[in-house]
C-alpha cells in the first residue's frame, strides 16, 4: 500500500529532491522500517560506513546559525532513495544524491527560517487537515492511519513536523512567488495558436510518396553533393510536370520505388517527423525537398490530405454545496471546526438537511441556496477546498476544511463532463501557464533566498 501525500496546500508530506507542486508519498508495508536518525542509509556503502565510530551524529552544514546533521541527511537520503525504487527509478551516484539531498535542505532550512521571520505560523487544525487528507486518499480514518503507521515503525510526530513544515513553506510559497507571475492576453492567443496547430497536425492523415537517393555512409562529400545536385533535379522534373510514379521508379532507392514511391494514406503521426514538417502548408499534388535525412535526400509529393473531424475537448465539472464559517477574533479557528463537525454530525445521522444548516450558518454568499455553488471547472475553488472536494464520492460529506476562508464542510453533489468553451479553454491555457511561469519563478526565488542566507559548510555527510 502507498501513503499518498497532500499536494497543493500541504504540498507534500516527506518531500525530497522535488519542486514545490509536486508531492512524495511514503510506502506501508508489513515488515516495513521507517528512517529514523542514526539508521545507515540504503546502500551497501552507506552501510559500512555508519557502522562503528563513524555512525555518530555531527554538524554538516549551518545556516544563518542553524544546524543540518549528518543524521537529518541520511535520513533524507534514506527516503529520496525509497521515493526512487517505488517510482522505479534509478537514483543518480550515492555522493550525488547526498549533495543534492543537503543543498535542498539547506535551502529548505533558509525559506523556514525567512518565513518565522515573517511571523508566519501552521496552525495544528491545518496539520490535521493534512494528515486526514492523506488518510483519505489511501482510504483509511486518520485513527487507523496512525495505527498503521505505528505498526509500521513510522513517526507521526515526524510526519506532522514534515507536514508542518511542508504547508509553511507552501503559504510562504504562495505569498512570496504568486505577485512575481504575471500571464498577459498575447501570451494566451499565443499558446492556444500553438496548441490548434498541434491538434489538427494530429488530426491529419496524408499519403506521401517519395524520391530517395541515398546516401550510404562513409560517402565522400564530393559524392554527397552530386547525390544533391541528383535529388535536386529529380525536384525540379517533378514541379515541372514530370510523372512522379516514373520519376521514383527511374531514380529513387527507397523500397516502395515499385509503388510510384507512394507510402499510403496514414496518421500524419505515423510518418517521420521530418516529413511531416517539409509537406506543412503544401497543397495536394505539391512537391516538398529535397531535404536530407540518415538515410539520404527525399523528394516528396503530397498524394491526398484528409483531415478527421476534431473532437470536442471536454472538461470535467464539479457541483459541490459547502457551510462556511468564517473565523476571527470572534470565533476561533478550534471553535469553528467544532461547530462545523457538529453540523455534520446532525446531518449523517439524519437530524438536519444540509442545505438547512447552510442556510441558517453558512457565511457567505452561497447560503441563500443552501451553500449550493453550482457547476464549477477545475482550478476554481482555492487548492485547499478543491483538493476535499475532488477526493469525494457524490453524496459525500467531508471533514471540516481549513482554508484561508475559514472553516468549510464540503458535500459533492454531481460530478460531468461537459464540452469546453472558447473561454474555458483560455482558462486553462492561463492556468499552464501560470503553472510554467511559477515553477521558474520558484526556482528564481528560492536561489534568492539561498543567496541572501550565510551558509557554514562544515564536515561532509556521510
Known amino acids: 500500500m502507498t501513503i499518498k501525500c497532500v499536494s497543493a496546500l500541504a504540498l507534500a508530506c516527506l518531500t525530497l529532491l522535488s519542486t514545490p507542486s509536486q508531492a512524495q508519498g511514503i510506502r506501508l508495508k508489513n515488515g516495513a522500517q521507517a528512517p529514523s536518525a542514526g539508521r545507515p542509509m540504503g546502500s551497501p556503502s552507506a552501510a559500512t560506513q555508519a557502522s562503528g565510530p563513524q555512525a555518530a551524529d555531527y554538524i554538516v552544514a549551518v545556516v544563518n546559525s542553524e544546524p543540518i546533521t549528518n543524521n537529518e541527511v541520511r535520513v533524507r537520503t534514506l527516503r529520496a532513495l525509497q521515493q526512487f525504487a517505488q517510482q522505479g527509478v534509478t537514483p543518480p551516484p550515492e555522493a550525488e544524491l547526498v549533495s543534492q539531498v543537503l543543498e535542498r535542505m539547506i535551502s529548505e532550512k533558509a525559506q523556514q527560517q525567512l518565513a518565522i521571520e515573517q511571523g508566519m505560523k501552521v496552525e495544528d487544525s491545518a496539520v490535521d487537515q493534512a494528515f486526514q487528507n492523506i488518510a483519505r486518499q489511501n482510504q483509511m480514518s486518520p485513527a487507523e492511519l496512525q495505527r498503521r503507521m505505528e505498526a509500521d515503525n513510522i513517526s507521526v510526530k515526524q510526519m506532522r513536523d514534515d507536514l508542518r513544515n511542508q504547508i509553511l513553506l507552501s503559504r510562504l510559497r504562495e505569498r512570496e512567488v504568486e505577485p512575481r507571475v504575471k500571464v498577459t492576453e498575447l501570451e494566451i492567443d499565443q499558446l492556444l495558436l500553438e496548441q490548434t496547430a498541434r491538434q489538427s497536425l494530429a488530426q491529419q492523415e ?4 517519395q524520391v530517395l537517393i541515398a546516401v550510404p555512409d562513409e560517402t565522400s562529400a564530393d559524392t554527397v553533393s552530386n547525390l544533391k545536385a541528383l535529388a535536386e533535379r529529380v525536384a525540379a522534373q517533378a514541379r515541372a510536370g514530370i510523372d512522379f ?11 516502395d520505388r515499385a509503388r ?3 507510402m499510403g494514406l496514414r496518421a500524419a503521426e505515423l510518418y517521420p517527423e521530418l516529413f511531416v514538417l517539409a509537406v506543412q502548408g503544401v497543397p495536394v499534388n505539391g512537391i516538398a525537398g529535397p531535404i536530407r535525412s540518415g538515410a ?3 523528394v516528396l509529393k ?8 476534431p473532437a470536442a475537448m471536454m472538461v470535467p465539472q464539479s457541483r459541490a454545496r459547502h457551510i462556511l464559517l468564517r473565523t476571527g477574533p470572534k470565533l476561533s479557528e478550534a471553535a469553528a471546526i467544532k461547530l ?3 453540523y455534520r454530525q446532525r446531518i449523517v445521522s439524519g437530524g438536519a438537511l444540509f442545505a438547512d444548516l447552510a442556510r441558517d450558518h453558512s457565511q457567505d454568499g452561497s447560503a441563500k441556496q443552501g451553500g449550493d455553488l453550482g457547476w464549477v471547472n477545475p482550478g476554481q475553488f482555492v487548492p485547499e477546498f478543491e483538493e476535499v472536494m475532488n477526493s469525494l464520492e457524490p453524496g459525500q460529506i467531508s471533514e471540516p476544511v481549513v482554508s484561508r476562508f475559514g472553516v468549510h464542510l464540503i458535500q459533492l453533489m454531481e460530478r460531468r463532463e461537459v464540452p469546453m468553451s472558447q473561454r474555458d479553454q483560455r482558462e486553462l491555457a492561463r492556468n499552464a501557464l501560470r503553472e510554467k511561469k511559477m515553477e521558474e519563478a520558484y526556482v528564481n526565488w528560492s536561489k534568492e533566498v539561498r543567496d541572501r542566507a550565510y551558509v557554514e559548510m562544515r564536515e561532509a555527510p556521510l
Not at 503530397?302 to 473531424?309: G, L, N, P, T
Open 302 to 309: 503530397v498524394i491526398d490530405r484528409q483531415s478527421a473531424k
Open 296 to 298: 539520404g535526400f527525399h
Open 260 to 262: 510510384g514511391g507512394e
Open 206 to 209: 496524408i499519403n506521401l510518396a
Open 245 to 255: 510514379a516514373t520519376l521514383a521508379r527511374d531514380y529513387s532507392n527507397g523500397t
Open 340 to 342: 462545523i463537525q457538529g
